[in-house]
């Protein structure tokens, strides 16, 4: 592959293609996944038109990467104009179907004996309801690795759910009809009334699932770690998200080691080490692959400053620091030396002493 055909080491590619309409941000637990989607979604909110950020994971951090508390309705980031967030439970709740009388008491214990439909049906309405906003892109904060494979694959979910329902009302549809009858409830909560709203969930998500096999509206970021688990899970994902024919040519790979400085620490130069080992693994799977790498800083990334000042490292590639080489550099260099020396001639004092004594 020649260095023209290498792929940026950016997310420029996501922020020049203004017919995406889905982003997804994931990967393992604990690698970014929250800043690192919240940074997209600010570097979107300044080339586009109006951007909304959501997040899926039930554990949320996008109140704590912000500074501002965030519900299920979207609400405007302070410090923006065109950029929301949300966070939404995936599990649907009994509110999230409707009151407790009725239609949709019997709907919700209905559809949370059918294993995922809760899920489905809770995912179906959100997608509903952003349908209807108009934003320009929506980015998802997903959920840990397993949690958004799953949730990806809820159009078969509810597909299995309606195929189970439909099983049910064969054996006892004349059960059914009897028993809303003995209960004084008319046909609006019948069987045929339910199955009506799940078909109508489920046109909307096949809607939607078209939408995210479209690889010009959808695609997904996958972040990680240089470290071997990460690495496995990334590739994971990676094969996963093939299966379910959704596109994905973004790697960000957090919390890097630079050797910026002189590090004297046995512990870093081996994490050093050991991260080089899996960087180079990762180019070697992925060199068609736009990939980004991230530095580990001293401090967390949060607020909506602290976000703007770190997303420099996504459009342009980070770049050590080069300060090595001046005097300052030099008289410290040389400083560590002075008590190194002097540590180890005390330990030979101490060994000789240990000597004569013996």
Not at 199 to 223: A, R, S, W
Not at 267 to 286: E, G, H, I, N, V
Request: hydrophobic fraction near 40%; glycine fraction near 6%.
């Amino acid at each position: 592959m020649s260095t023209a055909d290498i792929p940026e080491e950016t997310v420029r590619n996501i922020l020049d293609q203004d017919t995406l309409k889905w982003v997804f941000v994931g990967g393992k637990g604990g690698v970014g996944k929250t800043t690192c989607s919240s940074i997209l979604s600010i570097l979107l909110a300044q080339v586009r038109s109006s951007v909304l950020i959501i997040s899926t994971d039930p554990a949320h951090n996008l109140s704590d990467v912000f500074q501002q508390r965030f519900t299920k309705a979207p609400t405007l980031v302070n410090g923006f104009s065109n950029l929301y967030a949300m966070e939404v439970d995936p599990n649907v709740e009994n509110d999230d179907i409707g009151g407790n009388d009725g239609m949709d008491s019997l709907f919700s214990e209905l559809s949370n004996a059918i294993p995922g439909i809760d899920e489905a049906m809770s995912f179906a309405e959100m997608l509903k309801l952003v349908q209807t906003m108009g934003y320009s892109c929506i980015v998802f904060d997903t959920a840990p690795t397993g949690h958004t494979l799953r949730l990806l694959q809820l159009p078969s979910a509810l597909e299995k759910g309606l195929q189970k329902l439909m099983s049910l009302k064969s054996k006892f549809g004349g059960l059914i009809s009897q028993m809303t009858r003995l209960f004084g409830f008319d046909d609006e909560f019948g069987e045929d009334a339910i199955l009506g709203r799940l078909e109508g969930m489920k046109d909307v998500i096949e809607k939607v699932n078209k939408q995210f096999k479209d690889p010009d509206l959808t695609t997904f970021v996958c972040v990680c770690i240089p470290e071997f688990l990460s690495l496995y899970e990334t590739e994971r994902l990676v094969q996963e998200l093939a299966k379910v024919e959704i596109d994905t040519h973004n790697i960000i790979i957090n919390q890097v080691l630079y050797d910026e400085e002189d590090v004297e620490s046995k512990l870093l130069k081996a994490r050093m080490r050991m991260q080089k080992k899996y960087l180079d693994q990762f180019y070697m799977l992925y060199d068609d692959f736009n990939i980004t790498k991230l530095p580990l800083l001293p401090q967390e990334v949060t607020g909506v400053e602290a976000l703007k000042e770190f997303s420099r490292n996504f459009v342009s590639p980070y770049q050590p620091s080069t300060s090595r080489g001046t005097v300052e550099d030099v008289k410290r260099r040389i400083s560590t030396l002075k008590l190194q020396l002097e540590d180890t001639e005390a330990e030979l004092d101490r060994h000789r002493k240990g000597k004569q004594k013996v």
